[in-house]
């Protein structure tokens, strides 16, 4: 299994790590600070550097034996089993998913809906909620400005199921429940504004989300609203 060091440390630029597998165009470490696709938000791109080459990651996915995988762009140089290499990442991409998906729990927080589906991307994001209601875009965008302006603190912290079985008053403050089976659970807490179990990276404090705009609101359905925002630097 790949060390998530993305998991610790979301604001980890590059990592030295080995080579432990190449499968076709796809490399796997032993650690990486590359975050695959998942919970709606995609996978990092950057470089892969070695003593006789690089090349670029087009793209970052789990395999199947829950690995991450550096997917390369076509015919580039590969590096080969036990190789060192330094993995750094298209730091900028990422940075705006970050302040993106960190924006997506304030929008959560504002509207307090069930969350039916999301998508982040640089160009813009979204969260579908479970609502027949209008979406009153102005008061919406006051209140991400005001919690981004009152920049609260964003941190994450792992938790086993008997830990949380021990403080259901935790459970309670949750917006979304905690899914089981695992072990344990990583749970993302903006102070005083959100609290859900999440895997995702996230910026250490809301002032770094910068300006936010709601762009489209999209029926989708009687009960759908689809929300989009937009990053406005
Ligand atoms: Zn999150």
Not at 17 to 41: C, E, I, M
Not at 42 to 56: E, F, H, R, V
Not at 81 to 97: E, K, P, Q, S, T
Request: proline fraction near 3%.
């Amino acid at each position: 299994m790949t060390e998530e060091l993305f998991r610790e440390d979301s604001y980890l630029r590059d990592c030295d790590a080995t080579v432990v597998a190449v499968d076709g165009n796809s490399v796997t470490l032993d650690r990486t600070v590359f975050y695959p696709l998942g919970g709606g938000q995609p996978g990092d791109i950057g470089t892969l550097s070695w003593d006789s080459g690089s090349a670029t990651i087009v793209d970052t996915r789990y395999g199947d034996d829950g690995s991450i995988a550096h997917h390369l762009e076509e015919g580039a140089a590969l590096p080969s089993v036990g190789d060192a290499v330094n993995a750094a990442l298209d730091w900028d991409r990422r940075y705006i998913h970050m302040r993106m998906h960190t924006a997506m729990h304030l929008l959560g927080s504002v509207l307090q809906y069930g969350v039916t589906g999301g998508n982040i991307s640089a160009e813009k994001s979204r969260l579908d909620f479970d609502m027949e209601d209008t979406v009153d875009k102005e008061a919406v965008a006051a209140a991400l400005t005001h919690l981004v302006a009152e920049n609260h603190a964003v941190s994450c912290r792992w938790i086993t199921e008997e830990e949380l079985d021990a403080q259901p008053e935790l459970v309670r403050t949750m917006s979304v429940q905690p899914p089981r089976g695992k072990g344990s659970i990583r749970l993302l807490e903006i102070e005083s504004v959100d609290l859900q179990p999440c895997g995702g990276t996230h910026l250490k404090s809301t002032a770094e989300v910068g300006a936010v705009r709601i762009g489209k609101v999209e029926k989708k359905g009687k009960r759908n609203r689809r929300v989009n925002i937009h990053l406005d630097d």
